[in-house]
């Protein structure tokens, strides 16, 4: 084979090889994914600080409660 021959049929194949490929508008675009904004935290005025729920201090005036009873299994003692 001459080089004219080899060259002529290179660039096409080139050519066709170089417009494969994921390029341009020839994907459909997607649907947009909502985004779920968080609302900022409400800012708490400056000064003391409250102390925390469950402090051992707002709990001394509460009268202590007994832990709930434990319910017997639906099948009773045989299962």
Same mark, same amino acid.
């Given at each position: 084979?001459?080089?004219?021959?080899?060259?002529?049929?290179?660039?096409?194949?080139?050519?066709?090889?170089?417009?494969?490929?994921?390029?341009?508008?020839?994907?459909?675009?997607?649907?947009?994914?909502?985004?779920? +904004?968080?609302? $900022? =935290?409400?800012? *708490? /005025? !400056? %000064?003391?600080?409250?102390?925390?729920?469950?402090?051992?201090?707002?709990?001394?005036?509460?009268?202590? +409660?007994?832990? $709930? =009873?434990?319910? *017997? /299994? !639906? %099948?009773?003692?045989?299962?």
């Amino acid at each position: 084979m001459n080089i004219r021959f080899r060259l002529l049929a290179a660039v096409p194949a080139v050519l066709l090889l170089a417009a494969c490929g994921n390029k341009g508008p020839l994907v459909m675009p997607q649907k947009p994914v909502p985004v779920e +904004q968080t609302l $900022p =935290a409400p800012e *708490e /005025p !400056a %000064g003391e600080a409250p102390p925390p729920a469950g402090a051992p201090e707002d709990r001394a005036d509460e009268p202590a +409660q007994a832990p $709930p =009873a434990t319910p *017997e /299994p !639906a %099948g009773g003692p045989n299962g």
